[in-house]
């Protein structure tokens, strides 16, 4: 997973060691996620399946796309589609993909980097593999995280924030067994790049084979631990898991995680994706590309996106190469 890295993790700044009087925080539930197929064919992991919305909240919607690896001609991405309510959070670990909206946001993200695009009021837009891409084929691994947004901010102007992965704050544990990468938020005062309305934090964990972490974790915060690849122990009661589950955790202080000591070759680490916010307990009306409070609000999002209120496709836009690839976002 070429994620960014850092050649001596020894070099960074530590996590705290824990107080003996912390409380770790239990697995409530552990869901091994479904897999399918999205479009012409891209493999998905629904990450949130069957896991109740107040759990998860304040996310929505989890996808682990891919890993696949495209012959050439193979890649594909989404159409021109709407948004609205909600933030999407899209971080590539192999591969490239374009980003392009209606509102004049757009980029290339790669290995490491976060795309965080803020609906809110409503906008169009559409991701792409590069030309390039397409031709010569290749691997492509990645997360998209929907992030709902409180009532009074859902109507808030749109925007973008083109995050790279280098810009994440880096730190690890006392013994240097783990690197943690925070995206958003902050982890015992290490803050993340990503600049949120919903008050959350977002970080991606690589645990070395027979490594442990205890990781300071916001009491007021819900938690959320998805393994992207290996094999260990996850919450306080040391609960096993593998690739693909995910753990929604109980309340406490803190969390808790292990690499078993032996790992698949394929897999040489412990690699998590650890969420959390705190939850805004309003209701959630979801359908399609829309997350709102109320059916009659759904109601209205989908008269706008007809009427043409969401935004016009731009004149110079990226090409659409077929079928809709990820889940559309």
């Known amino acids: 997973m070429p994620a960014i890295t850092v050649d001596d993790v020894l070099v960074l700044p530590r996590l705290p060691r824990l107080a003996e009087t912390t409380t770790f ?121 929907w992030v709902n947004l409180p009532r009074v901010a859902k109507m808030n102007p749109p925007r973008y924030q083109d995050i790279r992965g280098r810009e994440s704050g880096l730190l690890s544990t006392p013994d240097g067994g783990a690197l943690i990468r925070v995206i958003a938020g902050e982890v015992a005062g290490h803050a993340g790049p990503g600049s949120t309305h919903t008050p959350i934090t977002i970080t991606h964990v690589t645990v070395q084979p027979g490594a442990a972490v205890e990781l300071p974790w916001r009491p007021d915060f819900n938690a959320l631990v998805y393994v992207l690849a290996g094999r260990g122990t996850v919450g306080g009661d040391r609960r096993p898991v593998h690739t693909g589950q995910l753990a929604v955790h109980g309340p406490g202080d803190a969390l808790r995680f292990a690499a078993d000591a032996e790992q698949e070759a394929a897999t040489p680490a412990l690699e998590l994706y650890i969420m959390g916010g705190q939850p805004i307990r309003e209701p959630v009306a979801h359908y399609g590309p829309f997350v709102m409070n109320t059916r009659a609000e759904l109601v209205q999002a989908f008269e706008d996106y007809q009427a043409g209120r969401l935004g016009v496709i731009p004149a110079e836009r990226l090409p659409h190469t077929g079928g809709s690839g990820p889940r559309p976002s």
């Open 25 to 145: 925080r239990p697995v409530r539930r552990l869901i091994t996620a479904p897999s399918g197929y999205e479009g012409e064919g891209f493999p998905v992991r629904r990450a949130f399946a069957g896991v109740p919305l107040h759990e998860l909240d304040p996310f929505i919607h989890l996808d682990q796309m891919g890993e696949v690896d495209y012959a050439p001609g193979e890649p594909r991405g989404t159409s021109w589609h709407p948004h609205r309510g909600f933030e999407t959070v899209t971080y590539i670990i192999d591969g490239i993909f374009d980003h392009q909206d209606s509102n004049g946001g757009g980029g290339t993200i790669t290995n490491g980097d976060t795309q965080w695009m803020t609906a809110g009021a409503g906008l169009l837009h559409i991701e792409a593999p590069p030309e390039h891409l397409v031709v010569s084929g290749g691997l492509f691994h990645g997360l998209q995280l």
